[in-house]
Nanobody
């Protein structure tokens, strides 16, 4: 089954860092545009940022300057490096693979990030 798969979540102290990965799973599936989102139970899903195939990026205001998106197209993987983490960054983080030409998209299953002392 073709699907983006997130990994790298966990527990981290405030001020710490964590790097999430989003990898393409399934034969013939490759990542094009990838966006990251996060969601706290009871809240709407929040857009975190986006990276295009050429590596250009955009970020939400709440993470700008702290989070960095980059990718390794040879490994069909996108990374979300999160620095200076705050308790309010606690959420389930999802990556969304978007085919630029068609607009078709697939969601990953999510990975939990908890920022707490």
């Amino acid at each position: 089954q073709m699907q983006p798969v997130e990994s790298g979540g966990g527990l981290v102290q405030p001020g710490g860092s964590l790097t999430l990965s989003c990898a393409a799973s399934g034969s013939g599936f490759s990542l094009d545009v990838v966006s990251w989102h996060r969601q706290v139970p009871g809240n709407q899903r929040e857009w975190v940022g986006l990276i295009n195939y050429d590596g250009t990026t955009n970020y939400g205001d709440s993470v700008k300057g702290r989070f960095t998106l980059y990718r390794d197209n040879t490994k069909n993987t996108v990374f979300l490096q999160m620095n200076s983490l705050k308790p309010e960054d606690t959420a389930v983080y999802y990556c969304k693979s978007i085919q630029n030409r068609t607009g078709a998209f697939l969601w990953g299953q999510g990975t939990q990030v908890t920022v707490s002392s």
